[in-house]
């Protein structure tokens, strides 16, 4: 199903779309008061770009010197060059010490390597423990966002799942008694575990050590609390000196939902006593990533989600109808790297009005990215045939000026007098859900014409 | 073979190096800094608190906890209802009420406060108990985060946290709620010296 079918279904809700609408854009608006109240803002995000570059430049010795830091500290470090290679080391890993239940923060790239049905066919019980994830989880579906997985969800929703999973009363909806129940179960899950499993924000190469940051805590719970801990990471992730820290970290959060800092950043340097820290450093695809000239700068996404709260296409038709676990408008960049064909609508799903860009802390060129994905997509014949046609025809009529006055003649004529199923039926995609505008008596050029030879 | 794999597609497809930037520390003028660091935990759902000296502590937390049980206290001069030396297992944490840690540095731009493994004894202690208290000393307060990781070494112990206030989610309908899966409540000692 393509994007703009799935989004259909997603808008059949009206109060549900706007009320997803409004909800998201509180984020975007938070983000900018935090964002204005830090002078040199614009500087950072400089910055911070520029660190991402000389990371892309030296990612090679940069993952070296992680690594050999990170083994003087006592982790293990292993290496996957595929979803399949991260989910047998993780298992590995697991089954080396017999450990059957595993507590989860998030992590979009377990997401990605689809790790926890994997791992369930394995035997092993995976609990996710972000509330948005454990929300998602007991639905059975994907995350709708990174960063608030659960945010295409309303409160009756949530509160009927609960009830059905947890054992809330009926009808409950108070966020404030959900979390609560949620704590509990959760709390239950981190006592029984065997291992913790996250995601990692950072890694810095200097220290050999990760960053994690949640505002739940329950990164720290799940990790604190087993012997064994274990860090999921995209080649991605590499930061050279423990001072770049400070540019990210000021952006993260700010850039994510409007706070000066999550509530937890953590720094993992070393196993505790008696215990294992493994970290698995992934690259599926991203290496490929980093040759694409034009689309690498891609890599230096820091998943703060600021630009899915920006784009009016992304409130509008809910992360579900991208079709992968990072959506929005970074998604819809990544994603046709990974397989042009089968996302080759994501980067149409765009008005390319290039907020995202603006409110990117890394300073992506998101939407130069969209339109010049735009543009493969079609070379290579994955447009679909209603556009390739249409897109056939305005250009030659765009190209000869006499077609052009002539088609806008006989647009102006059609829109006037044809009856309203000519206009408004299937075949005219901008006759849907809205009216189109009243057709002027003449053209600019008619218009311009006359005016001047009244002028003269 | 994974890992040579991986090195040698990232050799055959990276750009060319860039120069890494030099950071600023970005320094502002900041009149009166503990204000500043107070107005912003009280915001981000943290009680601030300042007292004179530690000996002060004992009868503050008679006020404020008065139904605390089992209290855990690495703080010098304070001591709670737990040996935290004498626990092996962090399970054993799990009934912990109060813990008083002391911090090492606090942030004013976003009132984050750094704490070290060496300061919690246990890792979990400040994500465990149900009510979080860090000591901090006014003049342990910087600016901004470039500054505190200037003075940091963040590989100094094994695990470093910044801690900025309560546990909280927003993950139901964006609706903040304090206390989720970490501690429901964060208290800050301002001591004067």
Redesign the interface.
């Known amino acids: 199903m393509s994007h703009a079918t799935k989004a259909a279904n997603f808008i059949q809700n009206e109060s549900k779309t706007d009320w997803h609408n409004a909800s998201i854009w509180k984020a975007r608006t938070k983000r900018d008061v935090a964002a204005h109240n830090v002078p040199e803002w614009e500087e950072l995000r400089n910055l911070a770009s520029q660190i991402k570059d000389n990371v892309l430049g030296n990612l090679d010795n940069y993952l070296l010197q992680f690594e050999e830091a990170a083994t003087k500290n006592g982790a293990i470090v292993h290496w996957a060059a595929t979803p399949a290679e991260h989910n047998a080391i993780v298992l590995g890993i697991l089954q080396q010490h017999q450990l059957k239940k595993v507590v989860k923060s998030k992590s979009m790239l377990t997401e990605e390597c689809h790790l926890n049905p994997y791992l369930e066919a394995n035997g092993v019980e995976v609990i996710d423990t972000d509330l948005g994830e454990r929300i998602i989880q007991l639905r059975n579906e994907p995350p709708s966002h990174i960063v608030a997985p659960a945010i295409h969800l309303k409160r009756e929703e949530i509160g009927e799942l609960f009830h059905k999973e947890l054992g809330t009363k009926k009808g409950a909806t108070d966020p404030q008694y959900l979390t609560e129940a949620a704590r509990q179960h959760l709390r239950t899950a981190f006592m029984e575990s065997h291992a913790g499993l996250t995601g990692v924000n950072f890694a810095v190469a200097e220290t050999g050590g990760v960053v994690v940051v949640t505002n739940e805590g329950n990164s720290d719970m799940g990790v604190h609390l087993n012997p064994v801990q274990i860090h999921c990471m995209g080649i991605e992730k590499i930061i050279p000196r423990a001072q770049d820290l400070g540019v990210f970290v000021r952006l993260l959060a700010r850039s994510a939902i409007g706070q000066p800092i999550s509530i937890f950043t953590s720094h993992h340097h070393r196993p505790k006593p008696g215990g294992e820290m493994h970290i698995v450093i992934v690259d599926n695809g991203r290496s490929e990533h980093l040759g694409r000239e034009d689309f690498r700068n891609g890599l230096k996404c820091i998943r703060c989600g600021a630009c899915m709260n920006t784009c009016p296409v992304y409130r509008r038709s809910g992360g579900h109808s991208y079709g992968y676990t990072v959506p929005g408008p970074i998604g819809s960049i990544l994603t046709p790297g990974k397989d042009l064909k089968q996302h080759s609508d994501l980067p149409f799903a765009s008005t390319l009005c290039g907020s995202c860009s603006d409110v990117c802390p890394v300073k992506i060129d998101i939407h130069e990215q969209l339109y010049k994905w735009r543009q493969i997509i079609a070379e290579e014949g994955h447009l679909n045939k209603s556009k390739t046609w249409s897109m056939r025809l305005a250009g030659k009529v765009l190209s000869h000026p006499k077609a052009y006055g002539f088609f806008g003649k006989m647009a102006r004529m059609a829109l006037r007098y044809m009856p309203r199923i000519a206009i408004y039926n299937g075949l005219n995609e901008w006759g849907k859900e809205r009216e189109l505008p009243e057709a002027p008596q003449q053209s600019f050029k008619e218009w311009y014409q006359q005016n001047q030879a009244k002028h003269e | 073979m994974?890992?040579e794999?991986?090195?040698a597609?990232?050799?055959?497809?990276?750009?060319?190096?860039?120069?890494?930037?030099e950071?600023?520390l970005?320094p502002?003028e900041v009149p009166d800094l503990a204000a500043t660091f107070t107005a912003?935990a009280e915001k981000?759902a943290s009680r601030c608190i300042s007292l004179p000296n530690i000996e002060e502590l004992a009868a503050l937390i008679e006020v404020h906890f008065p139904s605390a049980k089992q209290i855990a206290s690495s703080v010098p001069l304070f001591r709670g209802t737990l040996d935290l030396a004498k626990i092996d297992d962090?399970?054993a944490l799990?009934d912990v009420d109060l813990a008083i840690i002391p911090g090492q540095l606090g942030?004013g731009?976003?009132?984050?406060i750094w704490v070290t493994?060496a300061d919690c004894v246990?890792?979990?202690l400040p994500?465990?108990t149900q009510h979080l208290m860090i000591v901090l000393y006014k003049n342990q307060l910087v600016w901004?985060?470039?500054e505190?990781?200037?003075q940091?070494?963040?590989?100094e112990?094994?695990?470093?946290?910044?801690?900025?206030?309560?546990?909280?989610?927003?993950?139901?309908?964006?609706?903040l709620?304090i206390?989720?899966?970490?501690?429901r409540s964060l208290t800050i000692i301002l001591l004067d010296k």
């Open positions: 994974s890992k794999q991986i090195l597609r990232i050799r055959a497809n990276k750009p060319s190096a860039k120069t890494l930037p950071i600023p970005f502002q912003l981000g962090p399970l799990k942030v731009e976003n009132a984050a493994e246990h890792r979990v994500f465990i901004n985060l470039h505190a990781y200037q940091l070494k963040i590989d112990t094994g695990y470093g946290v910044f801690i900025a206030g309560p546990s909280k989610t927003a993950d139901i309908e964006q609706s709620v206390g989720a899966q970490g501690a």
